[in-house]
Structure formats: C-alpha cells, structure tokens
Nanobody, 122 residues
Framework: QVQLVESGGGLVQPGGSLSLSCAASGSIFSINAMGWYRQAPGKQRELVAA???????NYADSVKGRFTIFRDNAKNIVFLQMNSLKPGDTAVYYC????????????????WGQGTQVTVSS
C-alpha cells in the first residue's frame, strides 16, 4: 500500500520558521505533482503550494515570498520551508501527491497524508 507520511509540524512564535516533509512509500512507479494544503478550524482546505515533477511551482498569494516548496524525486519526498510565520498560518497541513503505482493499475491517483498541526502563537 502506498502511503504518505508528514513530519515537522509544531508550535512556533510569530516570525519563526518551520520545515515540513512528506515521504511517500510503497510500490511507487512515479509521482507527478506534489503539494501542500492546509485547513484551519472552520475553514475549507486550501492549496498552499504545489510542485510538478519537473520542478515548476505554484503558491497561494498569502504565502508567496515566505514559503518554499521543493522535492527530491529520487526519494519521493516533498518539503515545505515556512519562514516569517504568522498566526494566520495556523492550520493542519496536508501533503498530497499524484501517485502512479501498480497497486492502482498505473492510473494516477491523488493521495493524502494524515496531516500535521502547525500552530503559530506567542
């Protein structure tokens, strides 16, 4: 079974930094786009940042210039470096990946991690 496991969340003061990582494991043929989403209490899940296999990136306006997404294709890991964090960044952060696997007949399937809590507070 293919699974995504996030790590790196926690509590940080405003202006601080955190780094998230998400590792995909299992019978993986390839991974297309990978991304990070977040969901704050009472709000809908929103895209934070995404990256294609070739390295093209896309960011939510609210995080541009503060967050950086990058990936290691050889290790099937995606990272999110978060700087200058604000209380408004507080949310559960989810990793998503479009995985191609023999487990799913080599059809791309969007998979999610379990989420990691990021809290920005003084």
């Amino acid at each position: 079974q293919v699974q995504l496991v996030e790590s790196g969340g926690g509590l940080v003061q405003p202006g601080g930094s955190l780094s998230l990582s998400c590792a995909a494991s299992g019978s993986i043929f390839s991974i297309n786009a990978m991304g990070w989403y977040r969901q704050a209490p009472g709000k809908q899940r929103e895209l934070v940042a995404a990256i294609t296999r070739g390295g093209s990136t896309n960011y939510a306006d609210s995080v541009k210039g503060r967050f950086t997404i990058f990936r290691d294709n050889a290790k099937n890991i995606v990272f999110l470096q978060m700087n200058s964090l604000k209380p408004g960044d507080t949310a559960v952060y989810y990793c998503q990946a479009e995985v191609v696997s023999g487990d799913y007949s080599y059809t791309p399937v969007a998979m999610w991690g379990q989420g990691t809590q990021v809290t920005v507070s003084s």
